[in-house]
T-cell receptor
């Protein structure tokens, strides 16, 4: 398996624009997680899904953020409109029955 | 919910020195415990894990023992290498809530 695949690896956008981050989890994994990493706040859990259903979105910072998982092999995290304070590295991870999570390489988002 | 306390970094060592990175956690019940490592510009990688009290996880010369009585899971390595320079994260996982809770991470710098 190729592991968790995220795209794009880097994204630079202007404030106010819509940003969509994409994730393909490991086949057979039934949990998918979105994390955000910044120097100030470390690793924050934004939302996670089980069998494509959102279980906990309490970490989503505000209504500008939304996440979907239309099927077992694809998820998106959307920010609309984006703001400079959203600049961070966004990680997607997936896990199976043993609970250990496997992370993608991350998307480095810069909002100018 | 779960929480993790890791020792402040950076930890700076000379090559072949002994490494200890302390980790204590609070969690309900008996979580599984994980150490992840993040190399510069990359996602988190699972380093080792332990699923029950007194278990010892090990990988690549690193070890950590699940200590229920002290709620600790300290990471050790007998002889570090320059290539071990990275950020290390401790994380408990409850079976009920399947999302990992990460500590602040400890940066390790190994000098030749």
């Amino acid at each position: 398996d190729a592991g968790v695949i995220q795209s794009p690896r880097h994204e630079v956008t202007e404030m106010g624009q819509e940003v969509t981050l994409r994730c393909k989890p490991i086949s057979g994994h039934d949990y998918l997680f979105w994390y955000r990493q910044t120097m100030m706040r470390g690793l924050e859990l934004l939302i996670y899904f089980n069998n494509n259903v959102p279980i906990d979105d309490s970490g989503m910072p505000e209504d500008r953020f939304s996440a979907k998982m239309p099927n077992a092999s694809f998820s998106t995290l959307k920010i609309q409109p984006s703001e400079p304070r959203d600049s961070a590295v966004y990680f997607c991870a997936s896990s199976g029955p043993l609970g250990e999570a496997f992370f993608g390489q991350g998307t480095r988002l810069t909002v100018v | 919910g779960n929480s993790v306390t890791q020792m402040e970094g950076p930890v700076t060592l000379s090559e072949e020195a002994f490494l200890t990175i302390n980790c204590t956690y609070t969690a309900t019940g008996y979580p599984s415990l994980f150490w992840y490592v993040q190399y510069p510009g990359e996602g988190l990688q699972l380093l080792l894990k332990a699923t029950k009290a007194d278990d010892k996880g090990s990988n690549k010369g690193f070890e950590a023992t699940y200590r229920k009585e002290t709620t600790s899971f300290h990471l050790e390595k007998g002889s570090v290498q320059v290539s071990d320079s990275a950020v290390y994260f401790c994380a408990p996982l409850n079976t009920g809530r399947r999302a990992l809770t990460f500590g602040s991470g400890t940066r390790l710098q190994v000098q030749p």
